[in-house]
């Protein structure tokens, strides 16, 4: 599943369904193309200790840190790396 930008503003956006497509998105990467539960749930814990943690979305890069810590061969963009 694909989610495509439709040039809207975050204030025109239904936060509801957009999270749940984001989660879907997420649902829907193959096992072998993610890491284990525990990594992922590492990386996520380490998120959430940074201070460039901003409503899911890394300050840094602009991603989506629970998209970017599946990926195994992504990395913490963070001056510091925590992951």
Known sequence: MKIICKRCLLEDIDRDA???K???YIA???EDQRV???EYQRRLDECKGCDKLADGMC???GCYV???ALKPAS???G???RW
């Open 66 to 68: 629970q998209l970017r």
């Open 36 to 38: 284990d539960d525990e």
């Open 18 to 20: 957009y999270t749940e």
């Open 59 to 61: 300050a840094v890069c």
């Open 79 to 81: 001056e510091i790396k």
């Open 75 to 77: 990395y913490c963009p």
């Open 28 to 30: 829907a990467v193959p």
């Open 22 to 24: 984001l989660m879907e």
